[in-house]
């Protein structure tokens, strides 16, 4: 393995098949997918998933791109994306390639008991503590904590 650009790619352990490099021509599919309407929001996350894909795989080579993103342990939502990133990537180079279908798992998000609310606002300083016990007590969110003042409070008491 040899050092690509400032990154060096020490001790690292390649899928085999995988390439020295990443590819270089990902500009060249940036100014194409710009061609085509995507917005750079979209582009550049793209174009960052087809670099994880070329450190792992070789681009060309479309069973390969699928065998890898299979086997990986990545989420099924970052799974999806990669391979909607390889699609355009095929499509572009006038490969074959046929979607696969991954859809994310909903996860519940993290809520945590009031006992944890608290341990965390003791371990923190005196100024965050007492703006995290402001906001608990309040319910406000945090730019709204942050704009209130000892007059505004006093007069509206």
Not at 19 to 29: E, T, Y
Request: glycine share 8%; proline share 6%; hydrophobic share 40%.
């Amino acid at each position: 393995m040899t050092a690509v650009g400032r990154h060096a790619l020490v001790g690292s352990n390649p899928t085999p098949g995988a390439i020295d490099k990443p590819p270089v021509f990902l500009g060249a599919l940036g100014l194409w997918l710009k061609k085509q309407g995507f917005k750079d929001g979209t582009i550049i996350p793209m174009l960052s998933h087809l670099r994880i894909l070329g450190n792992k795989t070789n681009l060309e080579n479309p069973e390969l791109v699928k065998e890898t993103i299979a086997l990986h342990a990545w989420s099924d939502g970052f799974k999806r994306n990669l391979s909607y990133a390889y699609q355009h990537y095929a499509k572009w180079r006038g490969l074959r390639f046929e979607r696969l279908n991954y859809k994310p798992i909903d996860k519940l998000p993290f809520i945590p008991i009031e006992a944890e609310i608290d341990s965390l606002i003791h371990s923190c300083g005196p100024k965050t503590s007492t703006m995290l016990q402001l906001l608990k007590e309040t319910a406000h969110r945090t730019f709204e904590g942050a704009y209130l003042s000892i007059l505004g409070i006093i007069h509206n008491s």
